[in-house]
């Protein structure tokens, strides 16, 4: 399945389970699938990440979007960028704080870090089969 297809899937059925949801909650959720994505694209085009960022964007008082933006370079330094957005996520399931704060906000940004050395591993250990 596509990384970035599995990504709102990921959101959409985590938003469903859980009561309240805070922004620890989901950036658990896209760490696996965006660490596949930037080992991903590293693997398959010889390129090296070199940062990103993750947001949640109001829409309105009822919805808000999840998004990533990815970058890499390559050995001449051009650069290039992946991304992607949920769509629509109703905003019923966040929790009081996070809801208060996004409404307040519009958007809520956060770093997305290197995939560990763990990370790494693991993904070598399944490609290498």
Known sequence: MDNVKKFGEDLRKMLGKLVTVTPDDLQRLYSET???????????????YVGGEFSFECV???????????????????FFKKSATTGNLSMEPLSTEMRDE???????????????????EAYEREHSK
């Open 102 to 120: 996004l409404t307040a906000e519009k958007v809520l940004k956060y770093e997305i870090p290197e995939p560990s050395d763990e990370a790494r």
């Open 60 to 78: 309105d008082d009822e919805n808000f979007t999840c998004n990533y933006s990815l970058y890499f370079c390559d050995e001449q330094k051009k």
């Open 34 to 48: 965006i660490n596949k994505t930037i080992l991903d694209t590293e693997h398959e085009n010889g390129l090296h």
